[in-house]
Each structure stands twice: as structure tokens, then as C-alpha cells.
């Protein structure tokens, strides 16, 4: 069912988090899971919500998301009226790398302003979840609440910066706010999904530039905390912010576990994203493959572990993996071995290699290498 909402997602927001992987592509298109992009979890949570109008924010790197987007109709986002409207930087203040939510909203306002609907979801693509938004819509209308975020009780990621952790009331209101506080004990912490009155918004974002602000989280939320019905929403099951290889790693991980697959992939709101048609995995006389994730397209001839093959990944004979990340059409040679090592798309792997990390800083190999 349609509601009364627009969405916005920042689809570089958290970029400088996983330099490795976001130097030719952006966070949202950053490979997951074996066939999914980032994007697809905030996207597909908009999506089950009923939301129909998706405005997605770019300033750099974006041809690989455009790629994977498409018309939007594997979100059944392809639509006369709506669908995913694509805002590359055609403005100096969007396109520059310290470009801020508050910078990319300025240079959106001609969708916020045409829009029709009372209410506006802003998401950004560096986290795995998968929530009930439409819960989060609900208790946002019938709190009156001019802004709902949501957030997390837990020990705040390492990696980010300007990561807003709250001070909240008995009544769910947001009292505090405290930008990056160095604590180490659990707190509650912001996940990037707020959801704010459109009218609102628009005369913050307008009242911020002309006062010459660049941050919402500081130069909006904090300064006017008193004078906001600002409000917070925990999202329940799991929930993993992306800001390191080592997080990138241990998500990918993650899936391995049946409770945390249950979680994210539930029938009832299922993760989409777009299809590529091939065959089913190949597996030769003597391959052995434990606990892992294997794509449509593998060939597997060697011995696997703990790992996420992506599709159509080639591994040699008597070749050994063990809790690797091997993106798409990656060729690993014979008698190669790889521990803790993340390879991006179309990396070549000679026979005989040996490539070592570590579970807190894996190895990475960068696209279309040869090693």
C-alpha cells in the first residue's frame, strides 16, 4: 500500500569508511552477500513500506549504481508516476568529497519542494538491516513528532565519524545529543534512517544554508534540539554498520549463521535486488565446500571455507579458502591459498599463491588485478 512518504537515499554518504572499495564505485553499490549491493537494504525497506518516490543522492563514482538500478524494476520502481529519480552533482556544493546530507538535501530541493507527501525517509547505505518501516512510519505520525531516528543500544562502531549516540527520555524523546563521543561502554547510537515532516525539513535546509551550516547532525539536530519534537525508534534484530574491511568482512561472515540469514532474508519483507540469470553452481570430483555461501556460476575444484563466493567465481584445483570475500568473475588458480582476503571483481589469482590477512585487517585485492 502506498503511503504518505517520499524517500531520499545518500548513496556516498560513508564513502572515505571503505576507501578500498568505494575508489571506482560508491557505498551504495558496494558488493554484499554474494549477489546483493548496499543499497538494496535501505531501498527494499523503503520499498515494503509502500514508498513509490525514491529520490537517490550521487556525487561521485556512481556509473556502478546506475548500472545496478536500472529502471527500478526489480524494486517495481519503474513506474509512470514516481519510481527512482537519480540526482547526479549538478551543483558545486553536492559534488565536492566533504559533501554533507545537508549540502546533497540543499541541492535535492527541487524534489523536495515538488513533492506532494507530508512525510520524508532519509537513509544512507552503509548499513545491513532489514526493519519495519512502515512501524517506524506509524509511530512517527502518531507521536506527532516533527523528526523520528532511529538508533541502536550497543557499543558504537570504531570507524565512524560524526556519529550521533543519544540521550533519551523515558517516553522515547530524544534529550541529548553528543556528536563522536569517545565512550566505550554501550550507549544508544544513531543508524542513519530518520524520518522528518517534509515542510519541516525544507525550512531547516533552507534556514541552514542561508545561515551558511553544513551538517544536519550538528548545525541542525544539536543546535535545536529544545525547539524539535525529536524523537527515537530502536530497530530490533540484526543490524551491522559498515566502516572498515574488517566490519565489510565480519557482515559477510555474519550470513554464514542461520539466525542472522533468518533475520535479514525474512519472507515476508525480502531483500531485492536485481537478477542476473545463470547457471547453478559446478562442483568437480574432490571439491570440498564447509559452511559457506556459493553463487550461481561457480565452478568450485579446490576446498572452501567459511567463505562468500560471489557469482561465477572460479577456484582451481587443490586450491584452499578460508573466510575470504571473492567478489564476482574473481579466477583463483591451482594450488593457490587465501585467508582473510577480499578480492574485488575480476581479480585474477595465479596458481601457487599465497595470500595471507587477518580477521581485523583482511587483505584486499582491487578490481581487475592480477596477482
Not at 333 to 347: F, P
Amino acid at each position: 500500500m502506498k503511503t504518505n512518504s517520499i524517500g531520499v537515499i545518500f548513496s556516498n554518504i560513508g564513502d572515505h569508511m571503505i576507501r578500498d572499495l568505494t575508489q571506482r564505485r560508491c557505498m551504495g553499490s558496494v558488493p554484499f552477500g554474494g549477489r546483493y549491493r548496499l543499497i538494496d537494504f535501505p531501498l527494499s525497506a523503503m520499498v515494503h513500506a509502500g514508498i513509490t518516490k525514491i529520490g537517490i543522492s550521487s556525487r561521485n563514482n556512481y556509473r556502478s549504481l546506475m548500472d545496478h538500478l536500472g529502471s527500478g524494476k526489480p524494486w517495481d520502481l519503474s513506474r509512470k508516476n514516481g519510481g527512482i529519480y537519480l540526482f547526479p552533482p549538478y551543483s558545486n556544493m553536492a559534488s565536492g568529497t566533504n559533501a554533507t546530507r545537508l549540502l546533497e538535501l540543499s541541492a535535492m530541493m527541487p524534489f523536495l519542494e515538488n513533492s506532494k507527501e507530508d512525510y520524508v525517509v532519509l537513509c544512507d547505505c552503509d548499513t545491513v538491516y532489514n526493519f519495519d518501516l512502515s512501524a517506524m512510519l506509524d509511530q512517527h505520525i502518531q507521536s506527532g513528532a516533527d523528526i523520528t531516528y532511529g538508533y541502536v543500544h550497543g557499543k558504537k562502531p570504531r570507524g565512524t565519524d560524526g556519529r550521533m549516540v543519544f540521550g533519551l527520555s523515558k517516553d522515547g524523546a530524544i534529550d541529548e545529543i553528543l556528536i563522536d563521543p569517545q565512550i566505550d561502554e554501550p550507549c544508544d547510537y544513531a543508524i542513519n534512517v530518520s524520518i522528518h515532516n517534509r515542510s519541516l525539513l525544507i525550512k531547516m535546509v533552507k534556514d541552514a544554508m542561508s545561515r551558511n551550516y553544513t551538517t544536519l547532525s550538528r548545525d541542525v539536530y544539536q543546535r535545536q534540539l529544545d525547539q524539535l519534537n525529536m524523537r527515537a525508534y530502536k530497530l530490533d534484530g540484526y543490524v551491522r554498520v559498515i566502516d572498515s574491511l574488517s566490519t565489510y568482512l565480519t557482515a559477510n561472515e555474519d550470513l554464514l549463521q542461520a539466525k542472522v540469514r533468518q533475520a535479514l532474508f525474512c519472507p515476508e519483507r525480502p531483500i531485492l535486488t536485481k537478477v542476473r540469470d545463470d547457471a547453478p553452481a559446478r562442483y568437480a570430483p574432490g571439491s570440498q565446500v564447509k559452511n559457506s555461501l556459493v553463487a550461481d556460476g561457480c565452478l568450485i575444484a579446490g576446498q572452501v571455507d567459511n567463505c562468500i563466493l560471489f557469482r561465477g567465481v572460479q577456484v582451481g584445483k587443490d586450491a584452499v579458502l578460508s573466510n575470504c570475500v571473492v567478489m564476482q568473475d574473481t579466477l583463483i588458480g591451482d594450488k593457490a591459498q587465501l585467508s582473510y582476503v577480499i578480492t574485488d571483481k575480476n581479480v585474477e589469482i595465479s596458481p601457487a599463491r599465497t595470500l595471507i590477512g587477518f580477521d581485523s585487517y583482511p587483505a584486499y585485492i582491487a578490481k581487475d588485478s592480477l596477482v
